[in-house]
């Protein structure tokens, strides 16, 4: 007995579009459009993986698997098609988006089944659920069926070879989590894309099996044209994480796939939506998923921790997200609106852990790079973290803030190194937690240990100019000159560390007599200063009388340019520079009136005290060891050692 096509027809909607799938038809309305084979089988291939990127090759096997006119103008012909029945736009796209040089993603909502001609009859609610179920569950069969026939004839994303028995992938250990994009059409809400990438690498970032680049890496292929598999080799990563959000009011839709690095094979796809309120909890389902996909074992604890975000408010998160975007600036002018944004945040929520963590951190750099005084911004500084480790002891930045107030402000090294080692352990993947673990045992002088803790903050965060700074800096205080010229060289001018790193690099010729290498980098750091001026008369007494008396006038005047601008208002010259340079001339008294100085200041480099070579003509000074001493230190540790 023959069915009746009518009776069994079913359809799936997005939009005022109808497509069924059995028929091969695509209805507006219920007003059939006139669409091509090509054209459709191109929608139902986008239909059935909607939300995810369908590559170019991937669209070729499927469909033109045995093409022998160009494919590329034949795609093109065929998508544009496929825009022109729906209605579509390239530039504007409510429903297919073209990813350049990849492929296709379907973005719209996909509402599922209902019937081919758009009546909505009432039967009872019984009935209706039942028939709800059946449709939900033909139309997805239907479209597996599709999406599997046309899998397996092409050996799309590998699927024959596994259920074949064919190649599988190797375990993934280290994933990139790329900027998501941000599909609102409004640029002022890129802070919220790169918010919620930021949130997704926090969340993985709690698992321990798995190494994720931090969010300062992957914002450097913000807009790039990369493919995948040259991101992943550039950060040596096994697989990528990419998506997009919209945000539509207070709600969020997030949308991510994950693709294999080494074949460029997409392993999965899944959208989510939900309130903002609940926005975490998203990010942190989002991260399960992908934990499970990559075969990582989670522990007790971290999928407790994956499982436990608590709804916050709106208005509280949306400025939470500003501020870090205006943090990330490290100037005076971010950080100050930074603070802003934070106070704001905990006005809204008085419980967003976060926000207090924030404004911990913007008080610490407003302290260390002089903007304010320290008097000023540690009680601030440290109530803040406390606040934030109150509300929430998982929270692995919190204990990173208050162990770098502990660490640079009030150098408590037993307090700072117990906050330190509780944030690794919450978040293996807390590039700053290595990183100032390393700071920690760099000024103690256990140097071998350092190095690896600043190896796997680079690890963590390849592309960040002061990883590398950092690690640079801990091999010259360890006396590994060369290793710290190789980091040293690989760093681009300008950055913010242009000057003093080009001067350390100096310092390290000066250790290896090389006196024209030392001096053309000293010109170097001083034209990048803007202080062309000196820069000619260091050059001048160079060719006169030679690098110590060239090296003599530049410290003299560094000096002189210092005291100036510190009888100006802030942001001051740090003490401990000046002290430093008065130390290298022999003016001995003149530098410990300045150290004086800087102790009283807290400044958080006195906290290198015991390995500072510049400081090395008054370690023979009874007040030098008295001075390590007052800032917690014991004088007869050894230094330099390799412990």
């Given amino acids: 007995m023959e069915v009746s096509q009518q009776s069994t027809r079913t359809a799936v909607r997005f939009g005022p579009f109808e497509v069924d799938l059995r028929a091969g038809e695509l209805r507006k309305n219920g007003t059939k459009i006139r669409l091509q084979q090509q054209p459709f089988r191109v929608l139902a291939l986008l239909l059935e993986r909607h939300g995810e990127v369908v590559t170019r090759e991937e669209l070729r096997r499927a469909i033109w698997p045995d093409a022998v006119v160009d494919f590329d ?14 209605g579509d736009s390239a530039e504007n796209p409510r429903f297919v988006e073209t990813l350049p040089r990849r492929g296709y993603r379907f973005i719209a909502a996909v509402d599922g089944a209902v019937a081919s001609d758009g009546a909505h009859e009432e039967p009872p609610r019984e009935q209706r659920a039942a028939g709800a179920r059946f449709k939900r569950s ?22 024959r070879d596994r259920l074949m028995g064919g190649a599988t992938s190797e375990r993934i250990h280290s994933i990139a989590v790329l900027p998501l994009r941000n599909l609102s059409g409004d640029p002022a809400q890129e802070y919220f894309a790169d918010g919620m990438t930021e949130a997704l690498i926090t969340s993985l970032g709690r698992v321990g099996g798995l190494r994720v680049i931090s969010r ?12 995948l598999p040259e991101i992943a080799r550039q950060l040596h990563v096994d697989a990528v994480v990419e998506g ?16 294999e690095a080494s074949t460029d094979r997409h392993l999965w796809a899944e959208s989510y939506e939900g309130d903002l309120r609940n926005v975490l909890a998203l990010e942190d389902k989002v991260a399960r998923a992908i934990t499970n996909e990559v075969k990582i074992r989670l522990s007790l604890q971290e999928q407790t921790r994956l499982a436990s975000a608590r709804p916050v408010n709106p208005e509280a998160y949306d400025a939470y997200l500003k501020g870090r975007y205006q943090w990330d600036d ?15 945040a905990v006005k809204q929520d008085p419980d967003y852990a976060p926000a207090w963590a924030g404004l911990a951190d913007a008080y610490v750099l407003m302290s260390l790079f002089g903007f304010v005084p320290s008097d000023v911004a540690l009680p601030k500084a440290k109530s803040a973290a406390l606040r934030a480790i109150q509300l929430d002891q998982t929270l692995s930045e919190a204990h990173v803030s208050l162990a770098g107030i502990h660490l640079h402000l009030e150098w408590s090294w037993s307090a700072s190194e117990a906050e330190l080692r509780q944030a690794i352990a919450l978040n293996p993947n807390n590039a700053l937690a290595h990183q ?28 960040a100019p002061n990883k590398q700074n950092s690690l ?44 024209s290498e030392a001096m053309a980098e000293l010109l170097t750091a001083l034209r990048l200063a803007g202080r062309t001026e000196i820069a000619v008369s260091v050059e001048r007494e160079y060719g006169s009388s030679g690098y110590a008396e060239a090296k003599k006038t530049l410290l003299w005047a560094d000096v002189r340019e210092a005291q100036r601008r510190a009888r100006d208002a802030f942001p001051r010259p740090l003490a401990l520079d000046i002290a430093a340079d008065y130390a290298m001339l022999g003016e001995r008294d003149k530098a410990f009136e300045w150290l004086d100085g800087a102790f009283r200041e807290n400044e958080g480099g006195l906290m290198y005290l015991k390995v500072d070579d510049r400081l090395e003509a008054l370690r023979a000074d009874p007040r030098f060891p008295e001075l390590v001493r007052r800032i917690g230190l014991l004088p007869d540790a050894r230094v330099r050692s390799n412990q």
């Avoid at 300062?216 to 493919?227: E, L």
């Avoid at 010259?476 to 000057?499: I, M």
């Fill in 244 to 259: 997009a959000v919209l945000r539509e009011g207070n709600r969020v839709r997030i949308t991510t796939q994950l693709v």
């Fill in 73 to 86: 103008e034949g795609l093109d012909a065929t998508i544009y098609k496929l825009r022109n029945a729906l």
């Fill in 472 to 515: 640079a800096a801990t091999f010259y205080r360890a006396g590994r000159y060369d290793e710290a010229l190789q980091y040293l060289g690989q760093v681009p001018d300008p950055d913010a560390n242009s000057e003093r790193r080009h001067r350390r690099i100096a310092a390290i010729y000066e250790r290896k007599k090389m006196w």
């Fill in 436 to 463: 100032f673990y390393g700071y920690y045992l760099s000024a103690l002088g256990r140097f071998d240990a350092a190095i690896a803790e600043m190896e796997r903050a680079l690890e963590i965060d390849p592309l």
């Fill in 330 to 344: 490290w100037t005076e002018e971010g950080l100050k609106k930074s603070i802003e944004y934070f106070a704001h």
């Fill in 216 to 227: 300062t890496s992957a914002m450097h292929y913000k807009g790039s044209h990369q493919t």
């Fill in 138 to 159: 033909s139309v997805a069969l239907g479209a597996l069926a599709l999406a599997v026939a046309l899998s397996l004839a092409s050996n799309i994303g590998g699927l």
